[in-house]
């Protein structure tokens, strides 16, 4: 089956830094494309940056640009998310998922607040 497993979110001050990870399994990690999403309390899901299988190309929000870096170690299946110069208006619970495939796993919660 496949699990996808967030971790390293938390209570962060505004400017402060988080690196999330995403380990994967149950299915054939570099073959995907793989994307984080978020969704903040009382909205949908926003897609907040891509990366290619072999992470050679990867894409962000505009929202998020110049402060989080998408990377992927293939030789672990897991994902990473640094985030840096956190804003308040980046609490959200931040999932990953295969780009093409309709799964998620349960997320990790982030919480940028003074």
């Known amino acids: 089956e496949v699990q996808l497993v967030e971790s390293g979110g938390g209570l962060v001050q505004p400017g402060g830094s988080l690196r999330l990870s995403c380990a994967a399994s149950?299915?054939?990690?570099?073959?995907?494309?793989m994307s984080w999403v978020r969704q903040a309390p009382g909205k949908g899901l926003e897609w907040v940056s891509a990366i290619t299988w072999n992470g050679g190309i990867t894409y962000y929000a505009e929202t998020v640009k110049g402060r989080f870096t998408i990377s992927r170690d293939n030789a672990k299946n897991t994902l990473y998310l640094q985030m840096n110069s956190l804003k308040s208006e980046d609490t959200a619970v931040y999932y990953c998922?295969?780009?093409?495939?309709?799964?998620w796993g349960q997320g990790t919660q982030v919480t940028v607040s003074s």
């Open positions: 149950g299915f054939t990690f570099d073959d995907y494309a």
């Open positions: 998922t295969p780009t093409t495939l309709g799964y």
